[in-house]
Nanobody, 115 residues
């Protein structure tokens, strides 16, 4: 059974930085695309960033240039480095792994950007 665990999150001041991590188990992590979505308060879930098994990355326009997604296959872990955070980045962040027939999701972590 695939499990994704996301520690961290929390309160960050505008302009600050935060690195999210997500550890996977139960899957051949290195074979699958992984990524992050987020759901701002009162809004729909949206894509943040993805990274393929070949380390090709894709970003939402709203975070391009401010966020970097990466993966460490030896640790079965993906990361999302977020810089220059804005109040609009406040959301629950979900990591996911795109399996053969379904996506697997973490439980989500709350990131609040506020002074």
């Amino acid at each position: 059974q695939v499990q994704l665990v996301e520690p961290g999150g929390g309160l960050v001041q505008p302009g600050g930085s935060l690195r999210l991590s997500c550890a996977a188990s139960g899957a051949l992590f290195s074979f699958f695309p992984v990524g992050w979505h987020r759901q701002p308060p009162g809004k729909q879930r949206e894509l943040v960033a993805t990274i393929t098994s070949g380390r090709i990355t894709n970003y939402a326009d709203s975070v391009k240039g401010r966020c970097t997604i990466s993966r460490d296959n030896a640790k079965n872990t993906m990361y999302l480095q977020m810089n220059s955070l804005e109040p609009e980045d406040t959301a629950v962040y979900y990591c996911y792994l795109a399996g053969y027939s379904t996506n697997y999701w973490g439980k989500g972590i709350l990131v609040t950007v506020s002074s």
